[in-house]
């Protein structure tokens, strides 16, 4: 099935009755969530899977592309409206967005936002659509120590990447990997540290630990916000930009889309480092960098095109290796295997439908969200007026909700509990959650290709090196791995916040 | 010894690498296999120990006085809403979904010093019922029913 015919199929369903009703409530529900502080797309992808349990998978993607799209979006609303980001893609946001806000123009930046973002997703999914049928084709010929090795770079970029210590990335990192190893080894089928317990043999849930590590976690800096006023933003003010304000917008949302989406194709890049990236390399262009920080249009469409953009990026890697880049793609991998879909280089050869269907969903996602949201926003903007300590309640019951449906075990929402309190103690001490998400999605896949390899060696580590493949990637991990640590010995670098102040 | 937090959380590790590492080396050997269950757990227990000793020798951040005070104010709340989530896990099977949830809603907000007690009753009844008919009816999802006669 050729490019065209296989998107027009997904556009069929898509674009039915049935299909545009499911992505208007995904990008509602997304929206909402996504503007709750803290909770973004992981979260809000985690909270609808047991809702797409039993669904047609096409209608059910539909629907998840809407909470995804929707959640970025939510996330930048809270950054304009509020100033507070709920997940680290929307923080650069806050940077011209809130002034904005302040000077009564929160629906320009919110149109903006929603014009970027709608820009740099379109644009993403056209490289998208090219771009990961090829990768496939390459990676067919990929054997286990190819997978293992790209799976590895894929852990060390994020590791490397993520904010803050990367000895810190790296632990949090090797504990997903250990608590991916237990349940039954699908090898030999020892059980392994079950300590007994019945419960444990399947291994444990990822809804339980994304749930856990990041809604749940969320919960207690919540509680310890909650006194805050809700918003009180009643007047949003227009949503109107001048013929002038769109045709100085116009680049900036190009290129951004561009950079974001090849950010985005990198394994542990994604929207954090992109959303910076486009805010300070904007800022550098700009004639007048001066405004830049006090309410420039152009800070809040840089962030929002090259955030969107990558996200979509980061679906390359996803449908056409298999391979999770980032904490969101990885729950969107759990979202697609629950739903009987497994991405990878066959999927497109395999199942074509839903390969095309998965593109068309996203198209059809971005343009809703655009079309939906626009005027839909004075009215999703009032979930901030909610009282926190409401808010705080529902959201732990979501979460308990969500693990109950598909697990139906009480021992897994004391696990549940357990990686919230988890998830709370490594944010006090501040260890990334992300790669312990993705190295604990990744693990199972990981350990059965690295044995996989030594099964074919019989044992020698000789064929990860003899492999060209596969040496190049376990070179560029280790270096991703090496580079950092030397920096850190060298005078620390500045925060990008920081950064951004000064530069 | 232990003044940083970093030295403090890199002892904890390294006794879980050690514990991990005890358990993957008494895992049953499996014969007919040339590469068995234990080697990766093995090799990920002596990577977590190698990187729990170098975060030993890294110097804190700073900012960790500021966080160990918010923490001391509001662990008794937090320590109360986990004790809150252990009892509506504790008695959802037995109780049954519906009127747990209300229950829960409703004390975990008072307790959080949500004071308007009509609008918290509303919510508290109105949207667990809402959310039990939609997994009951439309999603096919039984939750638990506990001791209401429906």
Redesign the interface.
């Known amino acids: 099935m050729d490019v065209f015919s296989g998107l027009a199929q997904g556009f069929q369903i898509a674009l039915s009755l049935q299909g545009l009703t499911f992505v208007l409530i995904g990008v509602i529900v997304g929206t909402v969530i996504g503007m709750i502080p803290g909770l973004g797309p992981i979260t809000a992808i985690a909270v609808m899977i047991?809702?797409t349990?039993?669904m047609d998978p096409a209608i059910a993607l539909l629907l998840m592309a809407g909470v995804y799209y929707g959640a970025a979006y939510g996330g930048a609303a809270s950054s304009i409206l509020l100033n507070a980001p709920g997940v680290s893609e929307a923080v650069a946001t806050t940077f011209d967005g809130y002034p904005l806000a302040k000077q009564g123009h929160a629906g320009k930046a919110l149109a903006i936002a929603a014009i970027g973002s709608f820009v740099g997703g379109t644009i993403s999914i056209i490289f998208l659509t090219f771009l990961a049928p090829l990768l496939s084709k390459v990676a067919v010929s990929f054997g286990p120590p190819e997978y293992f090795a790209l799976m590895l770079l894929g852990l060390t970029a994020i590791a490397s990447l993520s904010e803050?210590?990367t000895?810190?990335a790296?632990?949090s990192g090797?504990?997903g990997?250990?608590i991916a190893?237990i349940g039954i080894?699908a090898?030999?089928?020892?059980p392994?540290?079950t300590f007994g317990n019945p419960h444990l043999l399947e291994g444990i849930d990822f809804l339980v630990i994304a749930l856990g590590l990041f809604a749940l976690a969320e919960?207690?800096s919540l509680?310890?916000n909650?006194?805050e006023k809700a918003s009180d933003m009643h007047n949003i003010g227009s949503l109107k930009l001048s013929k002038k304000e769109a045709k100085e917008l116009t680049p900036t949302m190009g290129r951004q889309s561009v950079l974001g989406f090849l950010v985005g194709v990198l394994p542990g890049a994604g929207g954090t480092i992109s959303s910076f990236l486009a805010y300070i390399t904007e800022k550098k262009l700009s004639k007048n960098p001066e405004e830049f920080g006090k309410g420039a249009i152009r800070g809040v469409a840089a962030p929002e095109s090259a955030n969107n953009a990558a996200s979509s990026g980061a679906f390359v890697p996803l449908l056409s290796l298999g391979i999770p880049g980032s904490g969101t793609t990885a729950v969107m991998l759990g979202a697609l295997i629950v739903l009987g879909i497994q991405p990878g280089p066959l999927l497109m050869t395999d199942h074509p439908d839903i390969f095309w269907g998965v593109i068309a969903s996203m198209y059809i996602g971005n343009i809703l969200l655009l079309i939906l949201n626009l005027p839909l926003i004075p009215y999703i903007s009032r979930i901030l007026l909610v009282?926190?300590?409401?808010l705080?309640?529902?959201v732990?019951?979501f979460c308990?909700?969500g693990v109950?449906?598909i697990s139906f075990s009480?021992f897994d929402?004391?696990l549940l509990?357990a990686f919230g309190?988890l998830g709370?103690v490594m944010r006090?001490?501040?260890f990334p959650a992300a790669p312990l998400l993705l190295a604990f999605i990744l693990g199972g896949m990981m350990?059965q290709a690295?044995?996989q390899s030594?099964?074919i060696s019989?044992?020698s580590l000789s064929i990860f090196v003899t492999s060209p493949i596969a040496a190049v990637m376990l070179l560029v991990a280790f270096l991703a791995f090496l580079v950092p640590i030397m920096k850190?010995r060298k005078p620390k670098k500045k925060a990008p916040a920081e950064n951004d102040q000064s530069a | 010894m232990f003044q940083t937090?970093n030295k403090k959380?890199s002892i904890i590790?390294i006794l879980i690498a050690i514990f991990?590492l005890v358990?993957s080396f008494r895992?049953?050997a499996?014969a007919y296999?040339?590469?068995?269950?234990d080697?990766?757990?093995i090799g990920?227990?002596v990577?977590?120990l190698l990187?729990?000793g170098?975060?030993y020798f890294?110097k804190d951040?700073e900012q960790q006085e500021n966080?160990e005070h918010?923490?001391k104010s509001?662990l008794p709340?937090?320590l109360g809403?986990?004790c809150f989530?252990?009892l509506?896990?504790?008695l959802?099977?037995v109780i049954g979904f519906i009127i747990m949830?209300v229950l829960?809603?409703f004390l975990?907000?008072w307790f959080?010093?949500?004071k308007?007690h009509t609008?918290?009753a509303i919510?508290s009844i109105i949207?667990?019922t809402l959310?039990f008919l939609l997994?009951d009816k439309f999603?096919?999802?039984q939750?638990p029913m506990g001791i209401l006669p429906l």
């Open positions: 047991p809702i349990y039993g803050g210590s000895i810190k790296l632990i090797t504990i990997l250990m190893t080894d090898q030999t089928g020892t392994r540290f919960v207690a509680i310890k909650r006194k009282p926190r300590q409401l705080i309640s529902l732990i019951v308990i909700i109950y449906a009480t929402l004391y509990l309190i709370y006090l001490i501040q350990e690295f044995r030594l099964t019989n044992g850190s | 937090m959380v590790l991990y358990l895992l049953p499996y296999v040339p590469i068995d269950s080697i990766v757990p990920l227990g990577i977590l990187l729990s170098m975060l890294i951040q966080k918010i923490l509001e709340v937090i809403v986990i989530i252990i509506y896990i504790a959802l099977e949830t829960f809603l975990c907000s959080l010093g949500y308007k609008v918290n919510v949207l667990p959310i997994f999603l096919q999802i939750l």
